[in-house]
């Protein structure tokens, strides 16, 4: 099986082309969508702030570039239905470019590239990647991370050590826990190619210069040091309390009472503290419950952790079915690569990039940035069970010409 990128892509469109009419007509730009609110207050008044649609003031509850880029859409076509178009056909070429990459990484990473052919073929026939208009940005982070994993591949020269830092850079203010996925990939990509450790510390630098703008800006805007983003304890104590459900669409009850998009009581404390002290004062409720009500935390986590790797099918449909499958087969596809630099990569990414999302509501979405790292192993054991396949139908041909 042997594909060109080109016509990999057209696949990608193609696949998922039957979701177009749903979010241009269901979905909009509303309430609710704190990245939308941010890039509406960007476009109108020049200020990252506002993430809950009220006054709160600045903010870095978001990354800044998709925010950026939304209010350069909103600037430029308005609030109407060009915008949200313009965010949808966005949404799907970020998602159909991730094909083309499927089998480039998958030859990095196992030495071949039909697993990717094969990964390409599951995400064309099975529903597994939603497209998303209000979180079209889950899409582009996983195009992002795929994309920059793809470039940064082999020997890290003095000079690939500070073009990998800076894009590292980028990719980290679009989503700051990528960075549990870009590290272990130029660390596997040393040690693989026998290159010195000291080209790491000059990845980092680079990685750390292209942020420190926007680190200044937070500090100067919130009172203290903010390095990409500061929601984590609004998260947490949102997620863990007396009303909390696992599940963020099972969570209405706990986002009405605690979050500022719900609850104006919220927002107008959020505003008076300002936003900074506000999410500290969130993160310390939300320890201090955990402390007080560990079993129920426990529980909580648990719940989380399987919803991660094997969603809800009431919740998401048949791309929980989907997804679930794909954690089984790409467990078994990293058994049978065992011995690839794969298996050397995969492992410490798939233990550690999901460890804060065991801690708050989950989503099936938290899982796009690396769900490339179960369907390249999924591919490994589709190859395997095609060749067996062809092997046992040519020998059932072999046995009737006999």
């Given at each position: 099986?042997?594909?060109?990128?080109?016509?990999?892509?057209?696949?990608?469109?193609?696949?998922?082309?039957?979701?177009?009419?749903?979010?241009?007509?269901?979905?909009?730009?509303?309430?609710?969508?704190?990245?939308?609110?941010?890039?509406?207050?960007?476009?109108?008044?020049?200020?990252?702030?506002?993430?809950?649609?009220?006054?709160?003031?600045?903010?870095?509850?978001?990354?800044?570039?998709?925010?950026?880029?939304?209010?350069?859409?909103?600037?430029?076509?308005?609030?109407?239905?060009?915008?949200?178009?313009?965010?949808?056909?966005?949404a799907?070429?970020?998602?159909?470019?991730?094909?083309?990459?499927?089998?480039?990484?998958?030859?990095?990473?196992?030495?071949?590239?039909?697993?990717?052919?094969?990964?390409?073929?599951w995400?064309?026939?099975?529903?597994?990647?939603?497209?998303?208009?209000?979180?079209?940005?889950?899409?582009?982070?996983?195009?992002a991370?795929?994309?920059?994993?793809?470039?940064?591949?082999?020997?890290?020269?003095?000079?690939?050590?500070?073009?990998?830092?800076?894009?590292?850079?980028?990719?980290?203010?679009?989503?700051?826990?990528?960075?549990?996925?870009?590290?272990?990939?130029?660390?596997?990509?040393?040690?693989?190619?026998?290159?010195?450790?000291?080209?790491?510390p000059?990845?980092?630098?680079?990685?750390?210069?292209?942020?420190?703008?926007w680190?200044l800006?937070?500090?100067?805007?919130?009172g203290?040091?903010?390095?990409?983003?500061?929601?984590?304890?609004?998260?947490?104590?949102?997620?863990?309390n007396?009303l909390?459900?696992?599940?963020?669409?099972?969570?209405?009850?706990?986002?009405?009472?605690?979050?500022?998009?719900?609850?104006?009581?919220?927002?107008?404390?959020?505003?008076s503290?300002?936003?900074?002290?506000?999410?500290?004062?969130?993160?310390?409720?939300?320890?201090?419950?955990?402390?007080?009500?560990?079993?129920?935390?426990?529980?909580?986590?648990?719940?989380?952790?399987?919803?991660?790797?094997?969603?809800?099918?009431a919740?998401?449909g048949?791309?929980?079915?989907?997804?679930?499958?794909?954690?089984?087969?790409?467990?078994?596809?990293?058994?049978?690569?065992?011995?690839?630099?794969?298996?050397?990569?995969?492992?410490?990414?798939?233990?550690?990039f999901?460890?804060?999302?065991?801690?708050v509501?989950?989503?099936?979405?938290?899982?796009?940035?690396?769900?490339?790292?179960?369907?390249?192993?999924?591919?490994?054991v589709?190859?395997?069970?095609?060749?067996?396949?062809?092997?046992?139908?040519?020998?059932?041909?072999?046995?009737?010409?006999?």
């Open positions: 099986m042997k594909l060109s990128p080109l016509a990999l892509f057209f696949a990608g469109l193609l696949a998922t082309a039957w979701q177009f009419p749903i979010l241009s007509s269901r979905e909009g730009l509303g309430r609710g969508m704190e990245t939308v609110a941010i890039a509406r207050t960007l476009a109108q008044e020049g200020r990252f702030a506002n993430p809950f649609g009220v006054e709160t003031g600045a903010t870095a509850q978001q990354a800044p570039l998709y925010p950026a880029i939304l209010a350069t859409i909103l600037k430029i076509a308005g609030e109407g239905t060009a915008a949200g178009t313009a965010i949808v056909l966005l799907f070429l970020f998602h159909a470019l991730q094909y083309p990459l499927l089998p480039i990484l998958s030859d990095q990473l196992f030495h071949s590239r039909q697993p990717g052919y094969w990964a390409c073929l995400l064309a026939v099975i529903p597994t990647m939603k497209i998303y208009l209000a979180w079209a940005d889950a899409s582009l982070i996983a195009l991370v795929m994309a920059w994993c793809a470039a940064f591949h082999g020997p890290a020269a003095a000079q690939r050590s500070v073009a990998a830092g800076a894009t590292a850079g980028l990719v980290l203010l679009l989503h700051p826990a990528a960075g549990a996925v870009l590290l272990p990939w130029f660390v596997v990509s040393i040690w693989s190619s026998g290159q010195r450790w000291r080209k790491l000059l990845f980092a630098a680079m990685a750390a210069a292209v942020c420190l703008p680190t800006r937070n500090t100067a805007e919130l203290d040091f903010v390095p990409i983003r500061d929601n984590f304890g609004l998260e947490l104590q949102v997620s863990n007396d909390a459900a696992p599940q963020l669409l099972r969570n209405q009850a706990a986002q009405r009472a605690f979050h500022p998009n719900e609850n104006p009581s919220e927002a107008a404390r959020m505003k503290t300002g936003e900074l002290p506000y999410f500290r004062e969130k993160g310390r409720e939300a320890w201090a419950w955990i402390g007080a009500n560990t079993p129920k935390f426990l529980q909580l986590t648990a719940a989380r952790i399987r919803e991660f790797w094997l969603p809800d099918p919740l998401n048949s791309t929980a079915w989907s997804a679930s499958l794909l954690t089984l087969l790409s467990a078994a596809g990293l058994l049978i690569r065992r011995r690839s630099a794969g298996w050397k990569y995969a492992l410490p990414v798939l233990l550690f999901p460890l804060p999302y065991y801690l509501q989950a989503d099936i979405r938290y899982r796009m940035p690396v769900l490339w790292l179960s369907l390249l192993p999924a591919g490994i589709l190859e395997h069970s095609a060749c067996r396949i062809k092997v046992w139908l040519f020998g059932i041909r072999n046995s009737f010409r006999a």
